[in-house]
């Protein structure tokens, strides 16, 4: 079993930042991609921001420019910083994480919990 868990959500006001982190345990064998999805109330999950094993990052467009994604391989860690936040950033945060497990063999999405970010105004 491979396990995902966030940590890092809270209220903040306008303008200010977050850092969330996420972190993959379990019978991992390898890694391939971490990030982050969000749902707002109402709208579905999407992308925010997701990196792969060797570095290469891809961002939603709302958060390109405030946010930057991180990882920490050798600790099956994935980072989110996220600046300048908006109160249309208000949402619940998933990480997100696509790994090659030995139990069961194979490969698979694992998600985490979820973590609330709340943006006021």
């Known amino acids: 079993q491979v396990h995902v868990v966030e940590s890092g959500g809270g209220l903040v006001q306008a303008g200010g930042s977050l850092r969330l982190s996420c972190a993959a345990s379990?019978?991992?064998?390898?890694?391939?991609?971490m990030g982050w999805y969000r749902q707002a109330p109402g709208n579905q999950r999407e992308l925010v921001a997701v990196i792969t094993n060797v570095g290469l990052t891809n961002y939603a467009d709302s958060v390109k420019g405030r946010f930057i994604i991180s990882r920490d391989n050798a600790k099956n860690t994935v980072y989110v910083q996220m600046n300048s936040l908006k109160p249309e950033d208000t949402a619940v945060y998933y990480c997100?994480?696509?790994?090659?497990?030995?139990?069961?063999?194979?490969?698979?999405?694992?998600w985490g919990q979820g973590t609330q970010v709340t943006v006021s105004s």
């Open positions: 997100y994480c696509n790994a090659e497990s030995t139990i069961p063999l194979g490969v698979s999405d694992y």
């Open positions: 379990g019978s991992i064998f390898s890694i391939n991609a």
